[in-house]
């Protein structure tokens, strides 16, 4: 457990350093890349071995987030069981546990999250099945993690959607609402964060390459600052999950 600056998380519990999900525009890259290592971003993972998990002194009900800079349950983790394990150490505290995660591998620990006092699980997705694929290509298919989050709500366990990074032309916000409106407790809606050198180049390869009509679009946003297309999306998003029910607990300011 480290302690984190994030807003609404008093600590982080990252147990991989890197990710086999390997999505495009991860903006975790930075906190795994070093200089001396030469493979590229998704094609290493390092495991942090723990001979035992304490849970530091006075931290009563506070909160902690899995994870910041890595996917607690990404491929590595089935084999491994490192999360699994972590979990079943903290399990009859009074932690807030919150999970993220873009694999529906979190379903195989029900039987321990059904024990906690407060967790919820939370999934990221932007996009279709074949999009997904392309720019996600080690995480869980979307309509996958929909199944994990509708068998989760089903057993009692409080759920959400971060529907994040949104890609413009490629992401589908609205899809998204519709498919998980039934099986969640709220919804988060953010941009694509390009602030990092490789990572815009690395997206705009893959758009040039899936989809070059829209390399303008992606120009005018992140290299000229229009943001009009996010902010006319937003107010769809904003409509459309009132419409569907859906409270939104954070999206993305018209800045």
């Known amino acids: 457990m480290t302690p984190t600056r994030i807003a609404g998380y008093d600590f982080t519990c990252n147990p991989y350093v890197g990710c086999g999900h390997g999505c495009i525009y991860c903006y975790a890259k930075p906190f795994g890349d070093q200089p001396e290592r030469p493979a590229s971003w998704g094609s290493y993972v390092d495991i942090k071995r723990y001979p035992h998990f304490d849970i530091p002194k006075n ?21 491994e069981r490192l999360t699994r394990a972590i979990l079943d150490a903290i399990k009859e505290s009074a932690l807030r546990i919150s999970i993220l995660t873009k694999s529906a591998l979190v379903v195989r620990d029900l039987d321990i999250l059904k024990q906690m006092q407060s967790v919820e699980v939370g999934f990221s997705m932007s996009m279709c099945d074949e999009a997904a694929s392309f720019f996600e290509p080690g995480a869980s298919r979307p309509t996958e993690r929909i199944a994990a989050i509708k068998t989760l709500k089903e057993a009692g366990i409080a759920t959400h959607v971060f529907v994040a990074p949104i890609l413009p032309g490629i992401s589908d916000p609205l899809m998204i609402i519709d498919a998980c409106a039934p099986y969640v407790d709220y919804m988060m809606f953010d941009t694509l964060n390009l602030k990092n050198p490789e990572n815009k180049l690395a997206v705009f390869r893959h758009v040039l390459a899936r989809r070059p009509d829209l390399l303008p679009l992606y120009k005018d946003i992140f290299e000229k600052g229009d943001k009009t297309w996010y902010h006319d999306l937003r107010s769809q998003i904003i409509d459309h999950a009132r419409q569907r029910g859906v409270t939104i607990r954070y999206i993305y300011d018209r800045r």
């Open 59 to 79: 931290t009563g009900s506070k909160s902690l987030f899995f994870s910041s800079a890595t996917d607690s349950y990404q491929p590595l983790e089935g084999d």
